[in-house]
């Protein structure tokens, strides 16, 4: 039987601006078009792990605002159960800059997401987890004790944890080497891996396992992402031919981790639980805004398209 996946992390209310280019340090651009929806890189990956067919519950916080209710609407319309704290921070909100190749830069002012208490994750973990073994994921918009909490937690109960440390945040080594596996993307790889002393390895995912003994996976874009297995067991998965071009890669790191949870929930083995992440990122890259659901206040200046 699959195991529920639960995500304890961010959401936010993502603005989104469309450019031809991406701007340089100084200079100003004109959008040519804008989108607002739901997003977070907890939330994303919480919504795509529920598309993949898996039985999620999001753990998370939210401020007492409108774009609270959006979230709650948007998990709840994708099938997520949300457990969300209400902290006096506003919602996280993040401002999305996406060139025409679907290239992104993105600023996130954590809110509420920087709030949310160990103890209130905790409490809600310890609740959803008498279903018996679960899929723990993590993400570094959560602050470093959350996350340690969390792994910490995974262990006491012999649940699956699964850490995407993006951005890459100051966790414990405990918490990196609980990990089953570690995603990261290659920048995150390099950051981490200056933590570390690795002699002479062959690939970024390697060095990261040669530090750390577990499962890891570097997601690599266009390139697919490559897997070490626990035992070191290198493999390459190679990504998706895209049918379309690409509009908007916000969030597609979000749907492979997403993916690979639902199908790590179902009893997958990693290689092939990366496969099935590796789909449904491409599945994403053709739509704007990270997650399907769009949702905009009614407020003025807040429309969305
Ligand atoms: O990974 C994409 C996500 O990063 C966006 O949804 C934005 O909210 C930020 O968290």
Do not use: W
Request: hydrophobic fraction near 45%.
């Amino acid at each position: 039987m699959s195991r529920p996946v639960v995500v304890v992390g961010s959401v936010n209310l993502d603005r989104s601006l469309y450019v031809e280019h991406l701007p340089a340090p100084g200079e100003t651009v004109l959008a040519h078009d804008r989108h607002v929806c739901v997003g977070g890189k907890g939330a994303n990956q919480g919504v795509q792990a529920a598309t993949s067919g898996a039985r999620v519950i999001f753990i998370g916080a939210v401020g007492r605002d409108e774009h609270a209710k959006f979230a709650r609407r948007a998990l709840a319309e994708a099938g997520v159960t949300a457990v969300l704290e209400e902290c006096d921070e506003p919602t996280g909100q993040a401002s999305i800059t996406v060139d025409d190749a679907g290239e992104n830069c993105i600023v996130v002012d954590s809110g509420a997401n920087a709030a949310i208490s160990e103890a209130a994750a905790v409490d809600a973990l310890r609740e959803v987890s008498h279903e018996g073994p679960l899929v723990l994921v993590c993400q570094g918009e959560s602050p470093a004790a959350i996350v340690d909490a969390v792994a910490h937690f995974s262990v006491q109960g012999g649940h699956r944890f699964v850490l995407n440390l993006a951005p890459v945040i100051d966790v414990n080594v405990a918490t990196l080497r609980t990990s089953d596996p570690l995603i990261v993307n290659e920048s995150e790889a390099q950051s981490l891996l200056a933590r570390f002393e690795v002699p002479g390895a062959a690939s970024l995912t390697l060095a990261l396992h040669a530090a750390l003994g577990v499962p890891v996976v570097v997601t690599r874009g266009a390139q697919g992402a490559d897997v070490v297995e626990r035992d070191g067991e290198f493999m390459h998965v190679p990504a998706v031919t895209l049918t379309g071009s690409v509009v908007d890669s916000t969030g597609a790191g979000d749907a492979l981790v997403g993916g690979t949870a639902a199908a790590l929930s179902a009893g997958q083995v990693l290689v092939d639980a990366v496969q099935a992440g590796v789909g449904a990122a491409a599945s994403v890259l053709g739509r704007r805004g990270a997650s399907p659901h769009q949702h905009a206040p009614t407020g003025r200046g807040e429309a969305t398209r």
